[in-house]
């Protein structure tokens, strides 16, 4: 089992940056795919980027070219560097780990809020 603790959120001006962590438990870490997920009100949760066990990314067109995700697997620890902040990021963003044959693993999110 993996737990996952994120950290980072805050509020921040259009055209601000945020650091975002997610902290894993377990010693396997390595062999999950990590990911970040947002859900703002109203609104389903959406994949906003992946990094494989290979370290191989992908992104939400919605974010590409703005956030960075990765991986460290000597501390256990991804992370989603955004820059260029836009109210329509506003959202709180979760943390997932998956693996084959573990399923999924979710943290208790991390409000981030983007003012105009």
């Known amino acids: 089992q993996v737990q996952l603790v994120e950290s980072g959120g805050g509020l921040v001006q259009a055209g601000g940056s945020l650091r975002l962590s997610c902290a894993a438990s377990?010693?396997?870490?390595?062999?999950?795919?990590m990911s970040w997920h947002r859900q703002a009100p109203g609104k389903q949760r959406e994949l906003v980027a992946t990094?494989?066990?290979?370290?191989?990314?992908n992104y939400a067109d919605s974010v590409k070219g703005r956030f960075t995700i990765s991986r460290d697997n000597s501390k256990n620890t991804v992370s989603l560097q955004m820059n260029n902040l836009r109210p329509e990021d506003t959202a709180v963003y979760y943390c997932?780990?998956?693996?084959?044959?573990?399923?999924?693993?979710w943290g208790q999110g991390t409000q981030v809020t983007v003012s105009s």
């Open positions: 997932n780990a998956w693996r084959l044959g573990s399923g999924d693993y």
């Open positions: 377990g010693s396997t870490f390595r062999f999950y795919a």
């Open positions: 990094v494989s066990i290979s370290g191989s990314t």
